[in-house]
């Protein structure tokens, strides 16, 4: 079965940065969409940035200019370079692939468990 493995978060210093990488495991048919969210408690799960089979990106409002997304389809992974790193910018980030599965063939959405990004002022 498919898993995300998420790794990068930590502690940085505001001004700072962090790159997360996500890397999807196992039987991989295809994906067409790769995602990074990110949620901090008693608010909605936040867009930051996602990316297409065809390269299309799109990103979230509150982060524009700070980040960047990328993907690299034969390691089946996405990337999000964040920069500036703000107190805002707390929270768990959260992957998520649009894909197939060999073991299903119907496109599903998998998340991965969550990376802590903590800023220190």
């Known amino acids: 079965q498919v898993q995300l493995v998420e790794s990068g978060g930590g502690l940085v210093q505001s001004g700072g940065s962090l790159r997360l990488s996500c890397v999807a495991t196992?039987?991989?048919?295809?994906?067409?969409?790769m995602d990074w969210y990110r949620q901090t408690p008693g608010k909605q799960r936040e867009l930051v940035g996602s990316?297409?089979?065809?390269?299309?990106?799109n990103y979230g409002q509150s982060v524009k200019g700070r980040v960047n997304i990328s993907r690299d389809k034969l390691k089946n992974a996405v990337y999000l370079q964040l920069n500036n790193l703000k107190s805002d910018d707390a929270a768990v980030y959260y992957c998520?692939?649009?894909?197939?599965?060999?073991?299903?063939?119907?496109?599903?959405?998998?998340w991965g468990q969550g990376t802590q990004v903590t800023v220190s002022s």
């Open positions: 998520r692939a649009t894909l197939k599965t060999l073991e299903e063939q119907r496109s599903q959405s998998i």
């Open positions: 196992g039987s991989v048919l295809s994906i067409s969409v």
């Open positions: 990316i297409n089979d065809g390269g299309n990106i």
